[in-house]
């Protein structure tokens, strides 16, 4: 069966820091997809990533993938308040969803 | 373009009542997913539909859990009778099947409360 972990599952920061969130899974996968979630809110698609060292950039925000060593990471760059939510990776066709990392941004 | 569209947006009831959810994907979409996220824990995939082809409904408990996608559009999640453990936030989503990365779009969700 499919794991998928993320951590940290909670990660304060300051403004103007960086800082990298990671997802490990347990088999392989042609897929691994960020989302973000704001409080009360749906999910948001941020980055689709398909192939082993895929490198996708929005903003403060840069996705990549190893599939041989099945990890994600996703960085923020000189974070801000605006980029305080919940992000999720998902994992495959199947959508295995991590738990979460809730992201706080203090001025 | 008009994106998921979920009803209703919340919903409480008492245990044992039943409840259905109704879901509108984008249009085209033909891939349409339910998911269940309990509070402060990632979505969970309940049903995948293929157009009106349920593909995958490993993690749906049929017990109490039914669904449906007449014409391959519109969908329902039903819930009967419904436990306390049901309370949770169901989400549908949906995603065009021939486009490779798949990415799906989210509808607002159903909150609903089992009292």
Same mark, same amino acid.
């Given at each position: 069966?499919?794991? @998928? ?18 997802c ?23 980055? @689709?990533?398909?192939?082993? $060292?895929?490198?996708?950039?929005? $903003? ?30 998902? @994992? ?12 706080? @941004?203090?001025? | 373009?008009?994106? +998921? +569209?979920?009803?209703p =947006? ?8 039943? +409840?259905?959810f109704?879901?509108n994907?984008i ?8 998911? *269940? ?10 049903? =995948? ?12 408990? %049929?017990? *109490?859990?039914?669904?449906? =996608?007449? %014409?391959?559009v519109?969908?329902?999640? %039903? ?11 169901y ?5 065009? =099947?021939?486009?490779?990365? *798949? ?7 159903? *909150?609903?409360? +089992?009292?």
């Amino acid at each position: 069966e499919l794991k @998928v972990e993320q951590n940290p599952l909670f990660l304060s920061m300051q403004e103007g820091k960086n800082y990298t969130i990671y997802c490990n899974y347990s088999t392989t996968s042609d897929r691994l997809y960020w989302y973000r979630q704001d409080p009360g809110k749906s999910l948001e698609s941020l980055f @689709v990533l398909l192939s082993n $060292g895929a490198v996708k950039q929005e $903003g403060r925000l840069m996705a990549s993938l190893d599939t041989k060593a099945r990890l994600s990471t996703l960085h923020i760059t000189a974070a801000v308040h605006d980029l305080s939510a919940t992000y999720f990776c998902a @994992v495959g066709g199947d959508m295995r969803f991590g738990a979460g990392t809730r992201l706080t @941004v203090k001025p | 373009e008009a994106g +998921v +569209v979920q009803s209703p =947006r919340y919903k409480i009831i008492e245990k044992k009542q039943p +409840v259905a959810f109704w879901c509108n994907p984008i249009s085209g979409h033909n891939t349409l997913y339910w998911y *269940r996220q309990n509070l402060g824990q990632g979505p969970e995939l309940l049903i =995948r539909y293929e157009n009106e082809e349920a593909v995958d409904d490993s993690q749906l408990p %049929k017990d *109490r859990f039914s669904a449906e =996608r007449l %014409k391959g559009v519109d969908s329902t999640l %039903k819930i009967q009778p419904a436990e306390l453990g049901d309370s949770a936030v169901y989400l549908c989503a949906s995603s065009l =099947r021939d486009e490779g990365k *798949r990415e799906q779009y989210f509808g607002p969700g159903t *909150r609903l409360t +089992v009292t």
